[in-house]
């Protein structure tokens, strides 16, 4: 069981790393390298499968309940994320977003084996817990798509404002127009998820009563990111804002999801103070 636990941590490592280094390669010299890096999606794909075996190879072993381990938590997001991209690549034109994916995916199995585990306990059914979570992780890795297609969209348009079009079609990054789509339906599957994850974890409400600082402010940023995305897509809808203004509106809500998420793991650091 251990020797199978390390060798799908092996080839899950392996794998992503092959895997961003041909979408780099991909990005950074486009159709110059295009036969080498066909195969980006396919090590990509295998990585996800790898670090899913892992894993639930590493729960069983551990005996620690996924649902109340951030380490894991955080793993099944990336291959939440891994998956959807994988799906979503050829539909909304943004092979590219691998470059993000990818990555991401090696840190966070990296991360899973060296930090080890932390157990989160709650006194809430685990049926409950396992919704509120399900929901958070789903809408976490969608937001995590939204971000990094707004992050090529701020870099194509820069270089194309420069007029640095030569330096853009050397690039294999997607066209603008896929781009926007593809922040825009990525936020749209994401929206009702974190709506419910935002929901349901109001349950949670009753400790703000006992004064904890990190409760208070993690409530703060959730009802914040769900105002800034509903903002987001109303707007878009109602007064035309794409481009730009949505592809920034992304990467803040983002960045608002990783403030909550830091929360949880500074959890047992100060608990422990």
């Not at 878009?236 to 809500?253: E, F, I, Q, T």
Request: net charge positive; proline share 3%.
């Amino acid at each position: 069981m251990s020797a199978l636990s390390l060798a799908s941590f092996g080839v899950a490592v392996l794998l992503y790393a092959a895997a961003s280094t041909l979408f780099y390669l991909d990005v950074a010299a486009g159709e110059e390298v295009a036969a080498r890096t066909r195969w980006a999606p396919v090590f990509l794909g295998v990585a996800g499968l790898g670090h899913f075996t892992y894993v639930l190879i590493a729960s069983f072993v551990a005996k620690v309940c996924p649902v109340h381990s951030l380490h894991f938590l955080l793993s099944i997001a990336s291959l939440i994320a891994t998956i959807t991209y994988l799906f979503a690549r050829r539909r909304f034109k943004v092979n590219a977003l691998g470059i993000i994916v990818a990555p991401v995916g090696l840190m966070v199995t990296l991360g899973t084996f060296f930090l080890g585990t932390s157990a989160d306990t709650s006194a809430l059914p685990i049926a409950f817990t396992g919704f509120h979570v399900f929901a958070n992780l789903v809408g976490v890795a969608l937001f995590l798509l939204a971000c990094g297609a707004a992050i090529m969209y701020l870099i194509q348009e820069r270089r194309l404002k420069k007029k640095k079009l030569l330096l853009a079609k050397k690039g294999n990054l997607p066209a603008l127009d896929s781009l926007d789509k593809a922040i825009h339906r990525f936020l749209i599957l994401g929206f009702p998820l974190l709506t419910i994850g935002v929901g349901s974890g109001t349950v949670w409400a009753r400790e703000l009563e006992l004064g904890s600082p990190d409760m208070v402010i993690r409530t703060i940023v959730g009802y914040g990111t769900w105002l800034l995305i509903a903002s987001i897509l109303i707007l878009r809808g109602a007064a035309g804002w794409r481009g730009r203004r949505a592809a920034y509106g992304a990467v803040a809500g983002f960045i608002c999801e990783v403030v909550m998420l830091s929360f949880y793991l500074l959890r047992p650091v100060v608990a422990a103070g």
